[in-house]
């Protein structure tokens, strides 16, 4: 059987470490060899920080995701539908109204009447 030491540590701390250890390890011994090798294979230092947190990422995410779809909403409104609107203007095929030319008199509106008549000769038709 392994002997055992004594080391000293602040309340508060042993007790953390009392709790952590039972949560996820069978014997307080194992919770710190473990917690030792993680140090030495990873060549990391307990007092680094190994870089952003989950929940840091998600905020940039969603920043740079909004930032995207504000984007993708203003090139929709100042390029695609104008230019939907001018392709679908071009292809219409209604035929463009008939207007008259400027030289072109309308005739039938200033038909008036008949200045002169033929005369009619009486004496044929007795």
Known sequence: M????????????????????RTHFKSHTEALETMLDFFFYNKISPKEKLGPTGRTIEANLKKRINAVIAIMRNMEKSQTKPTVAMLESLFRTEEPKKKPLILEKKIIGEQKEVRFREKQNYNNEL
């Not at 392994?2 to 250890?21: C, L, N, P, V, Y």
């Open 2 to 21: 392994d002997s055992f030491i004594g080391i000293r540590f602040k309340k508060g701390t042993a007790k953390r470490f009392q709790e952590f250890s």
